[in-house]
């Protein structure tokens, strides 16, 4: 590696893959793909080339970025469209799938999404929580979405089911730009505290 070269780092970008969505949020993953490719980063994501993942996985590639899809074998049999990635990833189950994305990823980026894409974030920020994940974690929040999720995070914590202090385990983001830019300081603050439920 020469002195000018720098490890590529991987986003793990978990989304929605609804068909019927507003024009806002495809445009925000357009942008989140073309930010990845433009900064020198790869993708992880859900494997699949339909909804907000398609949006993100296309630009990504068209701009010149590694993209890694990975799929559960049930989806696969499923979706045909899953050819957007470099790299397809074929896992037995669900389970598997979460377990190669977090290993592959350098950092986790929650788009807009549905039941699957809050199971995924959830399950990262629990791990963060107990400290087996240090990773950075950013909930773009196109058009307010995570906006209801916040507001129950902070019950819970004004209700003691959680630590305030826990709100350092994310970041919330309102633009792309902002998202990226977030990550791009948690990978280069090495003094960063690591918030865990035993510390």
């Not at 970008?13 to 806002?24: A, D, G, R």
């Not at 400290?131 to 909930?139: A, I, N, Q």
């Amino acid at each position: 590696m020469t002195i000018q070269e720098k490890p590529v780092k991987t986003i793990c970008v978990y989304c929605s893959s609804s068909q019927n969505l507003e024009h806002t949020y495809v445009d925000a993953a357009v942008q989140v793909g073309h930010l990845i490719a433009k900064r020198g980063h790869a993708l992880v994501y859900g494997g699949t080339r339909i909804g907000l993942m398609g949006a993100v996985s296309r630009t990504a590639k068209s701009e010149g970025a590694a993209v890694t899809g990975i799929v559960p074998a049930y989806i696969r049999s499923k979706v045909e469209d899953c050819e957007d990635a470099e790299a397809l990833i074929v896992t037995p189950d669900m389970r598997a799938r979460k377990a190669q994305m977090e290993q592959l990823a350098d950092a986790f980026l929650a788009l807009p999404g549905g039941f699957g894409t809050l199971e995924e974030l959830m399950e990262i920020l629990t791990l963060k929580q107990l400290g087996l994940v240090t990773k950075p974690l950013v909930l773009l929040n196109t058009q307010g979405f995570y906006q209801p999720l916040l507001q129950f995070f902070d019950k819970m914590y004004q209700e003691r089911f959680a630590r305030r202090q826990y709100e350092g385990l994310y970041q919330i983001a309102d633009e792309p730009t902002e998202a990226l830019e977030a990550i791009e300081a948690l990978w280069a603050d090495q003094n960063a505290v690591v918030v865990s439920k035993w510390g």
